[in-house]
Nanobody, 122 residues
Framework: QVQLVESGGGLVQAGGSLRLSCAAS????????MRWYRQAPGKQRELVAV???????TYADFVKGRFTISRDIAENTMSLQMNSLKPDDTGVYYC????????????????WGKGTLVTVSS
């Protein structure tokens, strides 16, 4: 059973920083792209950042220059360093990854974590 677990959320003042982590566990053969999404209260889930297995990164315009996504291939982990946080960054942050499990080689699937809450106060 493959699982993604996020950690690192919390309450921070505007202008502050937080570092989110996502750990993948289980019978994992390979992990392709990993992503962070977020969902603000009353809004749709939106893509924040992507990192490929080769390390290429893409960011949503609203976090460019403030957030940095990274991953540790060997440890099956991903992080999101969030600086200069704004109240608009408040929401639940979700880890997403396209993972191929040993029991299903050749058929990768998208997995989601349960999310971690980030609250930025003004």
């Amino acid at each position: 059973q493959v699982q993604l677990v996020e950690s690192g959320g919390g309450l921070v003042q505007a202008g502050g920083s937080l570092r989110l982590s996502c750990a993948a566990s289980g019978s994992i053969f390979s992990i392709n792209a990993m992503r962070w999404y977020r969902q603000a209260p009353g809004k749709q889930r939106e893509l924040v950042a992507v990192i490929t297995s080769g390390g290429s990164t893409t960011y949503a315009d609203f976090v460019k220059g403030r957030f940095t996504i990274s991953r540790d291939i060997a440890e099956n982990t991903m992080s999101l360093q969030m600086n200069s946080l704004k109240p608009d960054d408040t929401g639940v942050y979700y880890c997403n990854a396209h993972i191929t499990a040993w029991v299903n080689i050749g058929h990768g699937m998208d997995y989601w974590g349960k999310g971690t809450l980030v609250t930025v106060s003004s």
